[in-house]
């Protein structure tokens, strides 16, 4: 029996019992029948949740570019891989067969080794959504250099900290790049970035927008003239099955974003797996995730997972309202494309509009719609269902995190009967828990509470790269034993989950997770700026806002309040980038604090909300009468 494919819910059931019965048997048999190994493991698992130790098919040795496109040139070399579509329609779309990539990625391994690349090495990749992303990406895995991918909206100041984080000594760029009816200057941003990066030694440039750019002698080279010296065939790196595959930063709660590690053959087994079953991937089908391969979303569901099954990738350079409102319904006709994979901040965004943009398009092609990156709220579920599914495409709302490389709560399309705004049941391997206060298991159904995961699974970060301890604070040490997701759940009456959103400091903006602290010490950092607080807030559109509570030094140079707004969200934007900007900024003269100094946000979280029913006890607190005053002072 195979265990890679589910077909119906019974056999969902089943395969589900086995994966917590026997996970070793479970996995161990996947991974054997359905990838290509120098050698095998040992042990398909080795940990320990406590020390925050997990280790997937312990001592085998694999390639994840062999499986992600050397297995597939026998049969189907002249299949697309790649669908490239543009910014600008008009731009004719790129289709590239798995021949092609594997002509264009050996070329940019051999570039990179010739460059002094070597396994092990980290590489910095901030590109703008174009076919040399996906084939830095994949030529970094094929030789075992670590690919730290930032997306291409982070500022200068961001860059320059993920790359010293990992000590990058490679950058690989553009001359630019389109969104909508702008262009980026993304080489700009590497040049201020690279000032204070002294471990970066070289540059790589590919040409997009043909901008006027400055390239520094001794440091920077154009991608291409070294591509069209390089050999077309090339060697992949032997890598062990705990090598680190890659780093992708995300942010926390406190302090500096954390670099997520993932490695290889775990992380391959699972994006693999829980690609062809929540998608119902069948051979022919063309998938196509609006993500940008800079998060989680893109490395797992537009290259490695796709790539790994041979599938068919839509890799989309633009952004869904330009030209117009219709651009994502236009572009899933022109591609016939099956599965559609978007975030509800973009769905709400676009219901907005009138729906004329989307009916023009019959969408008979579609067979599965999901949804990514935070909760979806009933409106936008019941609008994506009824104006692009049809009501004939299941809607997949998939819960997972970039730490955990791949979707972990989620509708097999076809197989799990949905339930709008639930992710509904794990997959298998996948051992969710809710917990209370006290750090107890919460048993039965119709409970919430705090979700973790009590058994490892093979998409799991292994660790933040240079700070295991905090991965072990941040992940494993709130409930001992177990992995600690951040967020909050609730389960019903059949057993259904649905994530009810973050319970740290991090507030989900666009899908974009933003942790509170650095957007605060960017706000500090102003001259005029004494203290700050950030909270979320309920946005129609961006599911969360975020609210900013100012204390101002004394000092009488800043009368013009509009004025200070805006110079303080362009520090957030210089040091964080535009994504985290305010929408709301209220000068305070104090913010409640308790006894032992710490903030109370969630009093301010409340007010924010526009929520004056229930602070709680505020007596204890240092400065109670500050809450009057806040509340009188709240931004509408
Ligand atoms: C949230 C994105 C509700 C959640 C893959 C999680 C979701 C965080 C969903 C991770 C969903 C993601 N329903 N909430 N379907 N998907 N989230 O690391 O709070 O960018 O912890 O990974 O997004 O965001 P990240």
């Known amino acids: 029996m195979s265990y890679f494919k589910i077909d119906s819910l019974e056999q969902y059931f089943k395969h589900y019992n086995k994966s917590i019965r026997e996970p070793r048997k479970f996995w161990g048999k996947i991974a054997e029948e ?65 021949n092609e990539l594997y002509e264009r990625v050996s070329k940019m391994a051999n570039v990179l080794r010739e460059q002094g690349i070597s396994k092990g090495d980290r590489v910095c990749i901030y590109l703008p959504m174009i076919p040399e992303l996906a084939v830095s990406v994949l030529a970094c ?16 100041s961001a860059v320059a900290s993920r790359i010293n984080d990992s ?14 009816n702008k262009t980026i200057d993304l080489k700009g ?54 090598d680190p595959l890659f780093i992708l930063y995300t942010s926390g709660s406190t302090g500096k974003p954390k670099g997520m590690v993932h490695t290889t053959a775990g992380y391959m087994v699972y994006t693999a797996y829980t690609f062809k079953n929540v998608f119902n991937y069948e051979e022919n089908d063309i998938f196509w995730c609006t993500a940008d391969i800079g998060w989680i979303t893109g490395h797992s569901y537009i290259l490695y997972g796709p790539l790994l099954n041979g599938a068919t990738t839509v890799i989309f350079e633009g952004i869904p309202s330009y030209p117009d409102f219709s651009r ?20 709400r965004a676009l219901a907005k509009e009138n729906l004329s943009y989307v009916q023009k398009f019959p969408l008979k092609s579609l067979k599965v719609i999901g949804s990514v990156g935070e909760p979806i709220n009933e409106e936008a579920w019941h609008w994506y269902n009824d104006h692009v599914g049809g009501k004939r495409c299941p809607v997949v709302d998939t819960w997972w995190q970039t730490e955990t490389g791949g979707i972990m709560i989620a509708p097999l399309a076809f197989i799990t009967p949905t339930k709008p705004t639930y992710a509904t049941l794990p997959l ?10 006290k750090r107890n298991e919460i048993e039965g159904n119709q409970v919430d509470g705090s979700l973790c995961i009590k058994f490892p699974w093979p998409g799991i970060a292994r660790t933040i790269w240079g700070d295991h301890q905090r991965y072990k604070d941040t992940y494993f040490s709130a409930f001992p034993g177990k992995y600690f997701t951040g967020d909050g759940a609730l389960r019903d009456e059949v057993g259904y989950y649905r994530i009810t959103g973050r319970v740290d400091d991090v507030v989900i903006v666009s899908g974009h997770n933003l942790g509170t602290a650095p957007i605060e010490d960017a ?48 520090h957030v934007s210089d040091h964080i980038g535009p994504i985290a900007k305010l929408d709301k900024i209220q000068f305070v003269t104090g913010l409640p604090k308790t006894r032992s100094g710490k903030i109370m946000r969630r009093i301010l979280r409340k007010i924010a909300e526009g929520d004056y029913s229930n602070f709680g006890d505020i007596t204890t607190l240092l400065n109670p009468e500050i809450v009057d005053e806040i509340v009188k002072g709240k931004i509408v």
């Open 141 to 156: 895995a094929r030789i075992g250099a670590i690919h730290s991918v930032v997306f291409a909206g982070f500022s200068a």
């Open 523 to 570: 706000i500090n950092e102003h001259p005029a700026v004494a203290e700050s607080a950030i909270v979320g807030f309920p946005h129609d559109i961006k599911g969360n806002a975020l609210y900013g509570y100012v204390i101002l030094k004394e000092s009488g140079e800043y009368r013009d309040r509009d004025n200070l707004i805006k110079e303080i969200n362009q």
């Open 167 to 180: 000590e990058c000594k490679m950058v690989i760029t553009s001359d630019g790049g389109y969104r909508g």
């Open 189 to 242: 941003i590497i040049d201020d970035a690279l000032e204070n990066c002294p471990t970066v030694t070289s540059v790589l440039v590919a040409k997009r927008t043909n901008a006027e750019i400055k390239m520094k002698a001794g440091r920077d080279q154009w991608l291409a003239p070294l591509l069209d010296k390089a050999i077309n065939n090339s060697v992949a790196e032997i890598m062990d099955a705990e």
């Open 428 to 437: 298998p391997g996948i051992q969710p828990v809710l917990m209370d206060d």
């Open 34 to 98: 359905n990838f290509t190994w120098y050698q095998y493991w040992d042990k398909v698992v080795d940990f320990n949740m406590a020390d925050a130790e997990v280790k997937w098919f312990v001592d085998a040795k694999v390639n994840i570019t062999k499986n992600c496109i050397d297995r597939h040139l026998a049969k189907k070399g002249e299949k697309t891989a790649i669908i490239f579509e543009p910014n600008d329609p008009s731009e004719e779309a790129l289709h590239i067969s798995y």
């Open 328 to 347: 994502f319904w236009e572009t899933i006709e022109k591609h016939k494309v099956t599965q559609f994979y978007t975030a509800p901040t973009a769905i």
